[in-house]
């Protein structure tokens, strides 16, 4: 009877971290699978250069505004129950942007997305802290989750690649939709509900976090330097933003420490290791935006890709991440969390350093692939301990909050990447471009150059190569602070992420699944 129950309940497990991970992997596919199909969007719906940019942004304004608030509401309103909200309203929002015959319908559907994708994102972390026993278990689980939520901006590069090129840019949103149905009809037998959170919601601090993190969002999204090389920080809408999100999130803070129900207690900031993991997580969102962006632009415009061989191009990256990210998970009892955060960020840096190195005359095999799987192991061995020290020793009530931190600082750092790396990379396009019309013109071939078609597409393939080896060396420094941050911050013990029980007893650590009881 016990080897039955046993049986049943690792079959319970298991599909619970498929709900998990198939929830985590639709929302992280969306931050990038959308890019691909843009310019078909643009011809089948009109969008303008700037308009177009709204696809993108209205759903990275409603999902990095409300993740707290989304996180929140799973403690609160019980977290499986918000979890298949999130799912049916992510569903429904890409079945209606598919069905789109408007650029208002659109920019609606995918602000309805970024809301669905707030409640999932925290939600799904949160599960695993309420599934999986701390420990072996919890590891394993995580470091599934985790080889999603790494591969998955690169997977939704080669999947908006297939689908835009073999059937229309509406399947970047319908593919979403059978994903979200099934992954939502398995949750009641996967998942227990947690049961609902004392306290009530925070008003006050969900009105001033919320808009303070969306106008934040809202400006870096269009403060960066443009194609051009002029720069938009100083743009009155930009300063405008950015004035107004630093008064409300000091606003924010403000209320949370004095509110008997605040939606973000000041104290899961406590831990040093834990305010260090989301800081280190802002900062490896910065580098791995920029670097998704620049690759992107080297790829296509630089060496001539399609969108399909792109796609297929960044598949060695996807696979990379998700395998390391599964060995991080087996090892991390073994190591501590320490060691595999200071070499990935370690790792990470060097990788991107080496892409710093690309030039226009650079190969696949030659040039891109070697930095390429360097950056990939080193973001394979962060996302496992960063998530797991973000949610070592949180309270079973305060696991939703501590989860959407980490999604928020993961937000915000892409905000960040493709405004400050943006700027640095189309600064140096438009120098370049420059300096090079001025060098052919003193040599006496400006004209000549500048007249023909070969000429200036030669010009701007050559500037495009530098303004991304520029990002590049840029992200590069950025995860080498994250080095330094981890280094002065991390003091996670082996034994907190081991299973408690066993510890205590100086046993073995168990390999065998359990589940943590829940709260009904």
Request: avoid cysteine; charged fraction near 10%; charge should be positive.
């Amino acid at each position: 009877m016990s080897a039955t129950r046993s049986a049943g309940a690792a079959s319970r497990l298991g599909l619970a971290l498929i709900v998990i991970a198939t929830a985590q992997l639709m929302v992280v596919l969306d931050t990038t699978i959308v890019n691909v199909a843009l310019p078909h969007i643009q011809r089948a719906l009109g969008f303008s250069g700037s308009g177009l940019e709204w696809v993108v942004n209205a759903y990275a304004l409603s999902f990095g505004g409300l993740l707290l608030l989304g996180g929140r509401a799973g403690d609160l309103l019980g977290r499986r129950r918000v979890f298949i909200a999130g799912l049916g309203l992510f569903s429904a929002a890409s079945l209606a942007g598919g069905f789109a015959t408007s650029q208002a319908w659109l920019l609606a559907a995918r602000a309805a997305q970024g809301i669905g994708g707030a409640l999932i994102a925290p939600t799904s972390l949160a599960l695993i802290v309420t599934t999986f026993a701390e420990g072996p278990a919890r590891n394993r689980a995580m470091s599934v989750v985790a080889a999603m939520s790494g591969g998955g901006a690169a997977i939704g590069l080669i999947g908006g690649g297939l689908l835009t090129s073999y059937l229309s840019w509406r399947w970047v949103l319908f593919v979403n939709v059978p994903i979200g149905v099934l992954t939502a009809a398995a949750v009641p037998f996967a998942l227990a509900e947690s049961g609902r959170g004392r306290g009530r919601f925070d008003l006050p601090g969900a009105l001033t976090g919320t808009a303070g993190v969306a106008l934040l969002v809202y400006g870096l999204s269009n403060a960066s330097t443009d194609q051009r090389g002029v720069s938009h920080w100083a743009d009155p809408k930009v300063v405008a933003s950015l004035a107004a999100a630093a008064v409300l999130l000091a606003g924010f803070v403000f209320i949370e420490a004095r509110s008997a129900h605040a939606l973000m207690p000041l104290r899961i900031f406590a831990d040093r290791s834990r305010s260090g993991t989301y800081l280190i997580m802002l900062l490896i969102g910065t580098a791995l935006f920029g670097l998704f962006f620049f690759l992107t632009i080297f790829v296509q415009d630089v060496l001539g890709y399609s969108a399909v061989k792109t796609g297929v191009a960044f598949l060695p990256l996807a696979v990379a991440i998700m395998l390391v990210s599964v060995i991080a998970g087996q090892v991390i009892a073994r190591t501590g969390a320490r060691p595999l955060i200071l070499s990935g960020t370690a790792i990470t840096a060097g990788g991107m350093y080496w892409f710093s190195r690309l030039g226009v005359h650079s190969t696949y095999a030659g040039g891109l692939l070697g930095p390429m799987l360097v950056t990939a192991v080193g973001m394979g061995l962060l996302f496992v301990p960063l998530s797991l020290v973000a949610l070592s020793r949180v309270r079973d009530q305060d696991s939703g909050l501590a989860s959407s931190l980490l999604n928020a600082g993961q937000v915000v750092g892409g905000a960040i990447g493709l405004a400050a790396l943006g700027t640095v990379a189309w600064t140096a396009v438009a120098d370049s471009v420059r300096s090079q019309a001025a060098a052919a013109a003193q040599a006496g071939a400006g004209h000549q150059t500048l007249a023909t078609a070969h000429g200036q597409a030669a010009i701007y393939h050559n500037a495009l190569a530098v303004g991304a080896t520029r990002g590049f060396l840029a992200a590069s420094g950025i995860a080498l602070a994250a080095f330094v941050i981890a280094a002065i911050a991390t003091r996670v013990r082996r034994e907190d992420l081991a299973d408690p029980a066993a510890a205590a007893q100086g046993q073995p650590v168990s390999t065998e699944p359990a589940i943590e009881p829940t709260r009904t």
